[in-house]
């Protein structure tokens, strides 16, 4: 079984959480609905998580899966059958439904779940193709050596609609005499030489309106791009790396650090795509999280239910020296 890549994992559980409670005008009498999550695509192991949300007024356990729920998974109309784990395993976390299936562009995923006491849920998504990647490229940006741009260039299919999105990690490795230790972070990019992700003005100041991505996903669309070849600027701090022996009061400590780095590039679903701006727009919102306007609802495509269920295909580099 080849595992969901990792990089993808810690956003899927970080998904689970984002809305497990809900609100209703009735909200005493209020009942708790199914919440879905479920990113095919991704590597050939599928997980399905499968648990019920909390009106405000109850108290519970949030985002426990249920066992034991009638799940019906299928692609292009073709039953897969589903396993669960209790504990988690690798790509795969606790309380959870997965799938071992290897996808092709353009497969169709029906997700039904049921559980007693609550309405049955349904949803559906495409798996996108994957990303149509040229090239990636590290240089030092003109006339400021200490911005590292990174370079990546694709380019969009004309014939269909597209949703991208990517990540930087930064990996720091550390050793001091014979001691190691590593330092890895997903980097918050400096989006000012890249039209496509920094759609900031002057206005949004002074609207409290904030530009931020969600653990550090980068997101966007091809509707200012559409089959064209494209190269994605993005910046970050340049930290050089460094060898020497420095005097302390035990003695000259022989001490080196390395860096690399490594980009992970998506191709979503339309699903996808419009679950993470809505998180965005939510996380963005500083107006609304001041009481000055409406509170942004989180996108959902499962029927009846919480939750999403949105195609992902992406591609992850190596660790890529520094220059």
């Given at each position: 079984m080849k595992h969901l890549p990792h990089i993808l994992l810690p956003v899927f559980i970080g998904l689970l959480s984002s809305c497990t409670y809900h609100f209703e005008l009735d909200d005493v009498g209020a009942?708790?609905?199914?919440?879905?999550?479920?990113?095919?695509?991704?590597?050939?192991?599928?997980?399905v998580h499968l648990s019920c949300s909390l009106p405000v007024s109850q108290k519970g356990e949030l985002g426990r899966g249920l066992k034991g729920a009638d799940i019906r998974f299928s692609v292009n109309g073709e039953a897969v059958s589903l396993a669960w784990t209790d504990d988690s395993i690798p790509g795969v976390?606790?309380?959870?439904?997965?799938?071992?299936?290897?996808?092709?562009?353009g497969d169709k995923i029906n997700i039904t779940a049921a559980a007693e006491g609550m309405k049955a849920v349904s949803s559906a998504t495409v798996v996108p193709s994957r990303f149509p990647l040229t090239s990636?490229?590290?240089?030092?940006?003109?006339?400021?050596?200490?911005?590292?741009?990174?370079?990546?260039?694709?380019?969009?299919?004309?014939?269909?609609?597209?949703?991208?999105?990517?990540?930087?990690?930064?990996?720091?490795?550390?050793w001091n005499d014979s001691k190691y230790s590593v330092e890895n972070s997903s980097l918050t990019l400096n989006l000012d030489d890249e039209p496509l992700l920094n759609t900031s003005s002057g206005l949004d100041d002074i609207l409290m309106i904030e530009n931020e991505f969600y653990r550090n996903l980068y997101y966007w669309d091809d509707t200012?791009?559409?089959?064209?070849?494209?190269?994605?600027?993005?910046?970050?701090?340049?930290?050089?790396?460094?060898?020497?022996?420095?005097?302390?009061?035990?003695?000259?400590?022989?001490?080196?650090?390395?860096?690399?780095?490594?980009?992970?590039?998506?191709?979503?679903?339309?699903?996808?795509?419009?679950?993470l701006k809505s998180l965005n727009d939510q996380k963005n919102n500083g107006l609304g999280n001041s009481e000055l306007a409406p509170i942004r609802?989180?996108?959902?495509?499962?029927i009846n239910g919480i939750g999403v269920v949105g195609g992902c295909r992406m591609f992850q580099t190596e660790w890529i020296d520094n220059l």
């Open positions: 009942s708790q609905k199914l919440v879905l999550y479920s990113y095919p695509g991704s590597g050939d192991t599928t997980v976390p606790a309380q959870s439904y997965y799938a071992v299936k290897t996808y092709e562009d990636i490229n590290f240089v030092l940006k003109g006339g400021e050596p200490n911005q590292l741009q990174f370079w990546i260039h694709f380019t969009d299919n004309a014939q269909t609609k597209d949703y991208y999105a990517l990540k930087v990690e930064r990996k720091r490795q550390f200012k791009i559409q089959g064209k070849s494209y190269k994605v600027r993005l910046n970050t701090n340049y930290e050089a790396d460094y060898e020497d022996d420095f005097i302390t009061p035990d003695g000259v400590e022989h001490i080196k650090c390395q860096v690399k780095y490594r980009i992970s590039l998506y191709s979503l679903s339309e699903e996808f795509y419009r679950y609802s989180t996108y959902t495509n499962v």
